[in-house]
């Protein structure tokens, strides 16, 4: 890790409801370089929690503290909102698992991210347009020039996915979130999708935030690897020593996997310890 | 169990969607058989007609088939209320296949009622027990529930009515791998008390692996290949798209390491 693009301490984020408080994430700490940073849990784990914060788009209920959240010079704990307005999808890019309920239902998907790259860019329309239609050719869609005047609900769910990191790469920003962005796809779209998202890394510098539930997917695409249960960071690894792990969390998950190679009768299943 | 008797037969089964003109095989002469007891997959890719098939064995679809018999009752044009009783479905997302505003106990006594059902509450107490659902859970909304404890419930609600065959829509890739483990358990557990018949269609190749002996590969509505679990995983597919749906499962998939030993 060269250098450090956004830095997270002690990120503790808590709902109080009538039922008392229920802390989300309870003190998260790590930082961020030129790489694919890999954050894994179940649902409920405060993975995506996480991911939001950064860009402080926490529901109003959350209350948000940390030590601190620095994305290069600025301080996002206290920026203005104005500040923050520039920042989202500029400097930091988020990508959503499910494109049905991101895109505009009712706005053409190729003006979806021209507008993101007028927005960000002050470019006149016919070059944000020019834009758009390469950023679709990037992003593997076939026949860019038709695919700009369709709407979201005549795409598949991986061609939306695919509209939607379209949309957060066309203005170039620093760090892309991609919370379970791929999940949704098949085998051989996810693939596309991934080479696209390590070649932004490896060449542009992009810093990626890989929140996914795939422990396999993500041993083998991102460098580092965050493991949170209930809040917490129970573990930090090289991705590719996911196998060393010893927290018995991450043991319990890497075990409930069904494997392909080595069948087995039953899969173990989790048991979990009150005290992680 | 015996093993040479199909429950579910299908020949030539095809679907098309849209009007004259604009017309699309979504699933396009398609032909398999399942044993009694048997878990049989279909794995393709998003669009390739593996859930369509499904669909047109409930009636959801309308469809045309040169056979179409499931526990030896032939369902081409009508299903007697038989059908229903005999085949039951188990959907991908159970947060969209439970009724919102409706109870645990009450998803479980509504097939019943439809289906004229005798001793629906003992039965629906049973139900709960085989899925491994405590008691304390009947008076929740499924909102007030978790992933896996809805996807219990979705499996309890299919288990009323003492189904022969399950069809299974990709029952757990909505749900974390230990939950999914879990429900995987489970699946298997039923199977092996009261002898179910899972047609089961996924895009996981390791919950293929696990979970079928036989499986249909499917693209574009078509099957590639029909082959067994055990050539699918050593590399006994005969065909390109098999071998490059493999390939593309494995980029990301288990650790190469495992991968090796087990074909060494």
Same mark, same amino acid.
């Given at each position: 890790?060269?250098?450090?693009?956004?830095?997270?301490?002690?990120?503790?984020?808590?709902?109080?409801?009538?039922?008392?408080?229920?802390?989300?994430?309870?003190?998260?700490?790590?930082?961020?370089?030129?790489?694919?940073?890999?954050?894994?849990?179940?649902?409920?784990?405060?993975?995506?929690?996480?991911?939001?914060?950064?860009?402080?788009?926490?529901?109003?209920?959350?209350?948000?503290?940390?030590?601190?959240?620095?994305?290069?010079?600025?301080?996002?704990?206290?920026?203005?909102?104005?500040?923050?307005?520039?920042?989202?999808?500029?400097?930091?890019?988020?990508?959503?698992?499910?494109?049905?309920?991101?895109?505009?239902?009712?706005?053409?998907?190729?003006?979806?991210?021209?507008?993101?790259?007028?927005?960000?860019?002050?470019?006149?329309?016919?070059?944000?347009?020019?834009?758009?239609?390469?950023?679709?050719?990037?992003?593997?869609?076939?026949?860019?020039?038709?695919?700009?005047?369709?709407?979201?609900?005549?795409?598949?769910?991986?061609?939306?996915?695919?509209?939607?990191?379209?949309?957060?790469?066309?203005?170039?920003?620093?760090?892309?979130?991609?919370?379970?962005?791929?999940?949704?796809?098949?085998?051989?779209?996810?693939?596309?999708?991934?080479?696209?998202?390590?070649?932004?890394?490896?060449?542009?510098?992009?810093?990626?935030?890989?929140?996914?539930?795939?422990?396999?997917?993500?041993?083998?695409?991102?460098?580092?690897?965050?493991?949170?249960?209930?809040?917490?960071?129970?573990?930090?690894?090289?991705?590719?020593?996911?196998?060393?792990?010893?927290?018995?969390?991450?043991?319990?998950?890497?075990?409930?996997?069904?494997?392909?190679?080595?069948?087995?009768?039953?899969?173990?299943?989790?048991?979990?310890?009150?005290?992680? | 169990?015996?093993?040479?008797?199909?429950?579910?037969?299908?020949?030539?089964?095809?679907?098309?969607?849209?009007?004259?003109?604009?017309?699309?095989?979504?699933?396009?002469?398609?032909?398999?058989?399942?044993?009694?007891?048997?878990?049989?997959?279909?794995?393709?890719?998003?669009?390739?007609?593996?859930?369509?098939?499904?669909?047109?064995?409930?009636?959801?679809?309308?469809?045309?088939?040169?056979?179409?018999?499931?526990?030896?009752?032939?369902?081409?044009?009508?299903?007697?209320?038989?059908?229903?009783?005999?085949?039951?479905?188990?959907?991908? @997302? !159970?947060?969209?296949? %439970?009724?919102?505003?409706? *109870?645990?106990?009450?998803?479980?006594?509504?097939? +019943?009622? $439809?289906? =004229?059902?005798?001793?629906?509450?003992?039965?629906?107490?049973?139900?709960?027990?085989?899925?491994?659902?405590?008691?304390?859970?009947?008076?929740?909304?499924?909102?007030?529930?978790?992933?896996?404890?809805?996807?219990?419930?979705?499996?309890?609600?299919?288990?009323?009515? @003492? !189904?022969?065959?399950? %069809?299974?829509?990709?029952? *757990?890739?909505?749900?974390?791998?230990?939950?999914? +483990?879990? $429900?995987? =358990?489970?699946?298997?557990?039923?199977?092996?008390?009261?002898?179910?018949?899972?047609?089961?269609?996924?895009?996981?190749?390791?919950?293929?692996?696990?979970?079928?002996?036989?499986?249909?590969?499917?693209?574009?509505?078509?099957?590639?290949?029909?082959?067994?679990?055990?050539?699918?995983?050593?590399?006994?597919?005969?065909?390109?798209?098999?071998?490059?749906?493999?390939?593309?499962?494995?980029?990301?998939?288990?650790?190469?390491?495992?991968?090796?030993?087990?074909?060494?």
């Amino acid at each position: 890790m060269t250098d450090t693009l956004l830095s997270v301490r002690d990120l503790k984020i808590s709902f109080h409801g009538a039922s008392g408080t229920f802390d989300a994430v309870r003190g998260v700490s790590f930082d961020l370089g030129r790489e694919k940073l890999g954050i894994v849990g179940e649902s409920g784990s405060g993975k995506s929690m996480t991911g939001r914060a950064i860009m402080r788009l926490t529901p109003p209920a959350a209350m948000v503290r940390a030590e601190r959240i620095q994305l290069g010079e600025v301080n996002i704990l206290s920026a203005s909102e104005a500040t923050m307005n520039d920042i989202r999808g500029r400097r930091i890019g988020l990508i959503m698992q499910d494109p049905k309920y991101s895109l505009n239902p009712v706005v053409t998907v190729g003006e979806q991210i021209a507008e993101a790259y007028r927005i960000h860019t002050r470019s006149s329309s016919a070059q944000a347009r020019e834009r758009a239609v390469a950023m679709l050719g990037a992003v593997q869609i076939r026949e860019p020039e038709r695919v700009y005047r369709m709407y979201p609900h005549e795409m598949s769910g991986g061609m939306g996915q695919r509209i939607m990191i379209a949309m957060m790469l066309v203005s170039e920003p620093e760090i892309l979130i991609a919370d379970e962005a791929t999940s949704a796809l098949d085998v051989t779209v996810r693939l596309e999708i991934l080479n696209l998202l390590n070649d932004m890394v490896q060449k542009r510098g992009l810093g990626l935030i890989f929140i996914s539930h795939d422990l396999n997917l993500v041993r083998r695409f991102c460098d580092r690897v965050l493991i949170m249960y209930r809040g917490r960071v129970v573990e930090t690894l090289k991705a590719s020593d996911l196998d060393q792990a010893t927290h018995p969390y991450t043991r319990g998950l890497l075990d409930a996997m069904p494997r392909i190679h080595t069948p087995r009768k039953r899969l173990p299943v989790l048991t979990r310890d009150a005290a992680w | 169990m015996n093993t040479a008797t199909p429950i579910i037969e299908i020949e030539d089964l095809t679907v098309t969607f849209g009007v004259d003109g604009d017309e699309r095989r979504a699933v396009d002469g398609v032909s398999f058989s399942v044993n009694r007891g048997e878990t049989f997959g279909l794995v393709g890719e998003s669009g390739s007609g593996k859930s369509t098939i499904l669909r047109a064995i409930t009636g959801l679809v309308a469809n045309e088939a040169k056979v179409m018999r499931l526990a030896g009752a032939d369902i081409r044009k009508t299903r007697g209320k038989d059908f229903y009783r005999k085949v039951q479905m188990v959907f991908q @997302d !159970p947060y969209e296949a %439970l009724h919102p505003r409706h *109870t645990v106990w009450r998803q479980l006594m509504e097939p +019943a009622r $439809i289906q =004229n059902i005798q001793g629906a509450e003992a039965r629906g107490h049973a139900a709960l027990d085989a899925v491994g659902l405590s008691r304390s859970l009947l008076w929740r909304y499924p909102h007030q529930l978790s992933g896996g404890q809805r996807q219990r419930v979705a499996i309890a609600r299919a288990l009323m009515s @003492d !189904p022969e065959i399950l %069809l299974l829509d990709e029952p *757990t890739s909505a749900l974390d791998v230990s939950v999914q +483990a879990e $429900i995987l =358990n489970l699946l298997c557990d039923l199977q092996d008390e009261r002898g179910l018949t899972y047609l089961m269609v996924t895009h996981d190749l390791g919950v293929v692996a696990h979970m079928c002996k036989r499986t249909a590969v499917m693209q574009a509505g078509v099957i590639v290949e029909t082959l067994g679990v055990d050539a699918l995983v050593h590399g006994g597919a005969t065909q390109e798209y098999t071998r490059k749906l493999i390939a593309a499962s494995e980029a990301y998939g288990e650790d190469p390491h495992d991968a090796a030993q087990a074909r060494a």
